[in-house]
């Protein structure tokens, strides 16, 4: 028998039961890539000027290509929509901005987030000290779905 309590959060094709802290970080981390992926709200004008060029032969391919980040697809998409409710609804303000900020940092890195930058940002002297507040706030949102009535949960997984 299968109860909503059981069936918490869809993670690609797998249910995954009582999530742990370590999925709600991926949860938002990928998030965040998403986030980013996603085109801009506004577009930029085109203006009516020619690009600067060089004129030389030997100058073809002076500019760096930068590879753009590929499309998002329907079900990222859906998993960042559940990521913001889950924040807006679940998370206090000052919890739902370090958790943006430190994911936002770690988007399309290897190294993951950049604590020192963060604690920098935030008036502390070491980035350890981010890297337990951003615990922290996700120690407490495991807290408050696990001990959540299930009809809260059911609407939005």
């Known amino acids: 028998m299968c109860t909503h309590r059981s069936i918490v959060f869809f993670f ?4 995954v039961d009582n999530p742990d802290v370590a999925q709600l970080s991926e ?4 998030a965040a890539e998403t986030e980013r992926a996603l085109p801009p709200a506004i577009r930029k004008q085109k203006l009516g000027s020619w690009p600067e060029y060089q004129q030389q032969w030997s100058a073809y391919g002076y500019s760096e290509f930068k590879p753009k980040h590929p499309v998002p697809s329907p079900k990222q998409v859906d998993k ?15 919890d739902r901005k370090m958790v943006w900020a ?14 020192q930058k963060l604690a920098r940002m935030n008036g502390l ?3 350890r000290q981010i890297k337990r507040r951003y ?7 495991w807290a408050r779905l696990k001990y959540q009535d299930d009809e809260i949960l059911a609407e939005y997984f």
Do not use: C, K, P
């Not at 949860?27 to 990928?30: A, G, H, T, W, Y």
């Not at 960042?80 to 000052?94: F, K, P, Q, S, V």
């Not at 430190?102 to 604590?115: D, L, M, N, P, T």
């Open 12 to 15: 690609g094709a797998n249910l």
């Open 27 to 30: 949860l938002f981390f990928e």
């Open 80 to 94: 960042y929509t559940n990521a913001l409710y889950l924040g807006i609804e679940h998370m206090d303000a000052d």
């Open 102 to 115: 430190v994911s936002h940092s770690a988007a399309f890195r290897e190294r993951g987030a950049q604590w």
């Open 125 to 127: 002297r070491d980035g």
């Open 135 to 141: 615990t922290d706030a996700l120690v407490r949102l």
